[in-house]
């Protein structure tokens, strides 16, 4: 029995490995090829750290540069849309619950900045509404009040309509006495900031 693994043995140290027969291949293939020179570049620590804050410096460019077209968003005098006629100025955005209204309404949000647009001129008042809109993001203030006051109804008109454009405005309701009432707009706004 001994004879017959040594036999086995023997016959495969004697075949040539497939591997080895292909290596011969290649060999016999590439006989006449010179290799070439190396291309890699060798990139250096500091190069590496230069590429890093050189792209970091690229994203918060392009992040400044989205605060600020978001900051100096335009309010189009155009711009109609359909708001109840009956009852109190309200609107709510499509993706918001129905709910957010009934809680302005009622005062549950307290609005921790306000802005009074007494006396301001329609380009003007758009300023200070972008101005607000932004600032209140920046802080992550969800709910504001707007003052248009009564006067010719100038402002109290185009104000919803303007709020409406914002991409940022949840809804507004009509402010509760405490905050204005028929004066003044309550605006819950998105406290996401810009990506």
Do not use: W
């Not at 250096?44 to 050189?54: E, G, H, I, P, S």
């Not at 392009?62 to 155009?78: E, G, K, L, V, Y």
């Not at 709910?99 to 549950?108: A, F, P, T």
């Not at 101005?131 to 203030?141: E, R, S, V, W």
Request: overall charge positive; charged content about 25%.
């Amino acid at each position: 029995m001994s004879n017959f693994y040594d036999e086995l043995k023997n016959a495969k140290r004697q075949t040539p490995r497939v591997e080895d027969s292909k290596e011969d291949e290649f060999r016999d293939a590439m006989a006449g090829v010179t290799p070439l020179k190396q291309d890699k570049i060798n990139v250096t620590a500091r190069q590496r750290l230069k590429d890093k804050q050189r792209n970091a410096t690229q994203v918060s460019q392009h992040i400044q540069d989205a605060r600020q077209q978001q900051a100096s968003f335009t309010f189009s005098d155009m711009y109609q849309t359909t708001l109840p006629s009956e009852g109190p100025v309200r609107y709510c955005r499509q993706d918001e619950p129905a709910h957010s209204l009934k809680r302005l309404r009622r005062g549950d949000y307290y609005p921790e900045l306000m802005l009074d647009l007494h006396g301001l001129t329609r380009e003007s008042a758009k300023q200070e509404l972008t101005a607000l809109i932004h600032g209140a993001q920046k802080q992550m203030i969800d709910c504001v009040s707007v003052m248009h006051g009564f006067g010719q109804g100038v402002l109290r008109q185009a104000l919803p309509h303007y709020l409406v454009q914002h991409p940022n405005v949840r809804a507004f309701h009509q402010a509760p006495k405490e905050y204005g009432g028929k004066a003044a707009l309550l605006v819950l706004l998105d406290t996401e900031t810009p990506k």
